[in-house]
């Protein structure tokens, strides 16, 4: 626009000019003003339109400066939002491991106490029951050798007896009654034998029970050390969470 307005203005002065030569009424100081003139006005015509377009470039960078600040506010928001976010979840995650790994760990301990107590339990019902073995034993011995003790002096007595030749009638009856006392005597011997077997019975039974309570000692010892191993288990399990979770710091510790 004003390009246009100073070829304008030089067209009028050339005009001015050819008018001026044609009709040759005016000398060539007055044409050098004109001129001279017509300079200054397009050079300050010039100076105002470069003044403008600077001054729309400044306004232009002003308002790329604007925007570029409240871009960087707004991305600084968005970073310290999403931080406080992230490091939100960070600690309900730490949270929630520190919650699960003490459930773990109270079951463990919990089913560990359990096992131990069962243990001790069948520990000291083992005992009782090899106590009252040893003591039905120790009893039954004690009834057989009473048993051999009687029937020995039985038969001294009768030994003794038979050695009376001049009393028949005395060793008939003593003979009879011997072989009476024997009888009741071999009643006596059979029941304890069958009280001897009943023992031997109940020794093997009582055996069985041993067996089975140390078989399932064994399994309940296998059971424990199977336990402790999940414990070992779970607290490596707990150690790489740990370190899993001091990772997780580490990564977003600004």
Known sequence: MNGKRVRHQSNGIQEISTRRNVSESSDDDDIRVVYDSAQEIEKDQVIAGLKEQLEQKDARIRQVEMERDARIRQVEFERDARIQQVEFERDARIREVELERDAEIGVLMKSFGIMKGKIEAKN????????????????????????????????????????????MYKVNESK?????????????????????????????????????????????????????????????????QKNKIEELYNIFEP
């Open 176 to 240: 009879e009654a011997v072989e009476s006392e024997n009888l009741e005597l071999k009643g006596r011997e059979a029941e304890s034998l069958k009280a001897f077997e009943n023992m031997v019975i109940k020794c093997k039974a009582f055996e069985n029970i041993s067996l089975d309570l140390d078989s399932h000692l064994f399994q309940r010892n296998a059971q424990v050390l199977e336990l402790e191993k999940k414990l070992v288990y779970a607290e490596k399990t707990i150690e790489n």
């Open 124 to 167: 000291v019902q083992i005992q009782e029951l090899e106590s009252l073995r040893e003591t039905e034993v120790g009893d039954l011995m004690k009834v057989i050798d009473a048993l051999k003790e009687e029937v020995k002096s039985k038969n001294m007595q009768i030994a003794s007896q038979t050695v009376l030749e001049s009393k």
